[in-house]
């Protein structure tokens, strides 16, 4: 905060190299620069999230359809159907095993940014306040 000069490896900087002045302006332009920094592949991990339950569960009723066609095509033992129902079982929870982890790590990754977000605001506005 008592700093008079700006990192090198900041989002600010390269928003200040055409400008000496710090302003409103530029400050608004570094935030969003860390925003979007910030938030990278949230989308994507809240893609995964959002639809490995649907493929899971879309591979349990493939297996389940299977089974059915065995159990048609012989006659039907406990085997053929204890078999296909493990099979479809295990893609469930394939599905949510990963849906699980990636919402979890999407949740975390998603608080982390606003934490950032914030305190880069905080300073932004320290240095106005400072500025004027």
């Not at 339950?53 to 066609?69: A, E, H, M, W």
């Amino acid at each position: 905060m008592g700093s008079s000069t700006v990192n090198e490896n900041s989002f600010l900087n390269n928003f200040i190299k055409s400008s000496n002045a710090v302003s409103k302006e530029v400050l608004a332009l570094g935030m969003l620069a860390a925003t979007k920094e910030a938030t990278k592949g949230l989308s994507l991990l809240s893609i995964f999230a959002s639809t490995t339950p649907f493929i899971g569960l879309f591979g349990t009723v493939v297996s389940i359809l299977d089974t059915f066609t065995h159990i048609g095509q012989t006659t039907g033992s406990m085997s053929v159907i204890s078999t296909g129902v493990s099979d479809a079982l295990i893609a469930t929870a394939a599905g949510i095993f990963v849906a699980i982890f990636s919402y979890t790590y999407h949740q975390i990754l998603k608080r982390k940014s606003f934490e950032l977000i914030s305190y880069i605001q905080m300073q932004s506005d320290a240095i106005l306040a400072r500025k004027g």
